[in-house]
């Protein structure tokens, strides 16, 4: 079963609305998590580390103020697109990484496809 | 600037046929991952490679790391339609931040 879980998986929302994607590890307490845009075709990339506790550390030419993120607890990681616009459409995954016992894997969530008309 | 780059980006193969995917990247990193994606999926993990010459094998796939060439490979086995998908590796730079390459996107025909 899934070890991070995303919700929600799809979403549309209207131009200038702001929509929240939730985060979750399952099983395991995640300090950081990331967040990851991916357009279609195209390869994953990293929008912002999200740290339980702290301000998330964003990425060159990720605005912040657009993109909110929130980790308030050991097990959930937010990301808010505020006043979203039609370029904002893409597919958004988290990941969470376990602990060296685990074996250094880092699990991705199932992905929310945002979509702004 | 930790750069990963993957080639070929596309490959279309026969059922059957063995291939490899490579996958380079441009500074140190001590852990290397793969990871396959279906269309309009998330990412499913298939590798973690954590030091020079490892090597691991699940199926069909077969993933070797050589730190000091700063490669890594997949290997495809006799390939069957299920295995289309596209594949990513992803290397760790610095602490926690993974890169990913451009993918590859494999197709395989009967």
């Known amino acids: 079963g899934a070890v991070v879980s995303q919700h929600p998986s799809r979403v549309i929302c209207k131009s200038g609305t702001s929509v929240k994607i939730e985060c979750r590890s399952l099983d395991f307490q995640a300090t950081t998590m990331f967040w990851y845009r991916q357009f279609p075709k195209q390869s994953l990339m990293l929008m912002a580390t999200s740290n339980e506790g702290s301000k998330a550390t964003y990425e060159q030419g990720v605005e912040k103020d657009k993109f909110l993120i929130n980790h308030a607890s050991l097990t959930l990681s937010t990301l808010t697109v505020t006043s979203a616009h039609p370029e904002d459409s893409s597919f958004y995954i988290c990941?969470?990484?376990?602990?060296?016992?685990?074996?250094?894997?880092?699990?991705f969530g199932e992905g929310s496809w945002l979509t702004v008309v | 600037e930790l750069k990963v780059e993957q080639n070929p980006l596309f490959l279309s193969m026969q059922e059957g046929k063995n291939y490899t995917i490579y996958c380079n990247y441009s500074?140190?990193?001590?852990?290397l991952y793969w990871y396959r994606q279906d269309p309009g999926k998330s990412l499913e993990s298939l590798f973690v490679l954590l030091s020079n010459g490892a090597v691991k094998q699940e199926g069909r796939l077969m993933a070797s790391l050589d730190t000091k060439a700063r490669l890594s490979t997949l290997h495809i086995t006799a390939a069957v339609h299920d295995l289309s998908a596209t594949y990513f590796c992803a290397v760790f730079q610095g602490a926690q931040k993974l890169v990913f390459g451009q993918g590859t996107r494999l197709t395989i025909n009967p």
């Open positions: 500074t140190t990193s001590d852990r």
């Open positions: 990941s969470a990484p376990r602990d060296p016992t685990f074996g250094n894997t880092i699990y």
